[in-house]
């Protein structure tokens, strides 16, 4: 049984990495993404002002056992998205 | 909201059709866990399409191999909310995603396959990840 929602684009339900130009990062399953933004849904954000680790150290965890649905939906502006990859291609330190 | 049992009943089937055990309340999931000891897999099975279509035959594949848990079960994100919980409660740290799996040795966690490394993956890859875990875990001792 394949997705319910072939529509919705190749990145709809994965679980993806969202760099922003600011320093910021979201992991959080893809809705869509097109021009104009990124919407994920049950994500989890690392700012790294906020944070006690950096961002390859929470993305390594994430990496392992997966991260914390914390924000329910996030709709990130296009121009402020530096990279867009799925969680599972990060590659492990 | 849980979806229509009619939609999940063949979700459901797809693993208890095959020896998977269908733990439906929180003290289910704490027997199966429990003082028996041995290894265990629990299957978070979940309506995902974009998920689960591929990781119930992956699970199944996995559980055909030649070292494989003392036991498997499946609680159902969304619709048995209570086994669920439970379940993920057993998982302690790690974040809750459906579908996924977890692996346990005695009754503690030793292996867990989160939801982004079932996703958009086909069944022999992530038989292929289940199978390294019941290799590393499920091992007969040499004793």
């Known amino acids: 049984m394949g997705t319910f929602h072939d529509d919705m684009g190749e990145l709809h339900g994965i679980t993806v990495v969202v760099s922003q130009h600011d320093g910021c990062t979201w992991i959080g399953r893809c809705h869509s993404e097109d021009d104009v933004e990124v919407i994920l849904h049950d994500a989890e954000l690392h700012d790294p002002a906020m944070s006690d680790e950096n961002a390859e150290q929470w993305l390594q965890r994430a990496r392992r056992f997966g991260h914390w649905p914390r924000v329910s939906t996030i709709r990130i502006p296009r121009p402020q998205v530096s990279s867009l990859v799925r969680l599972a291609e990060i590659s492990a330190s | ?143």
């Open chain 2, 1 to 143: 909201m849980p979806y229509p049992e009619e939609l999940v009943t063949p979700m459901r089937r797809e693993l208890s059709d095959h020896g998977v055990t269908e733990l439906k309340s929180a003290s289910e999931v704490d027997e199966f866990l429990g003082p028996e000891g041995g290894s265990a897999l629990v299957i978070i099975n979940s309506v995902c399409g974009c998920a689960a279509g591929g990781a119930r035959p992956g699970a199944l594949l996995a559980l055909q191999s030649e070292q494989r848990p003392d036991r498997a079960g499946t609680v159902f994100a969304g619709q048995d909310t209570e086994a669920t919980q439970r379940a993920r409660e057993h998982c302690s740290q790690v974040p809750p995603s459906s579908p996924s799996m977890a692996l346990f040795q005695g009754g503690e966690l030793v292996w867990f396959l989160p939801r982004h490394m079932i996703e958009g993956r086909d069944p022999q890859t992530i038989a292929f990840d289940i199978i390294s875990a019941f290799e590393e875990h499920c091992a007969p001792s040499d004793a």
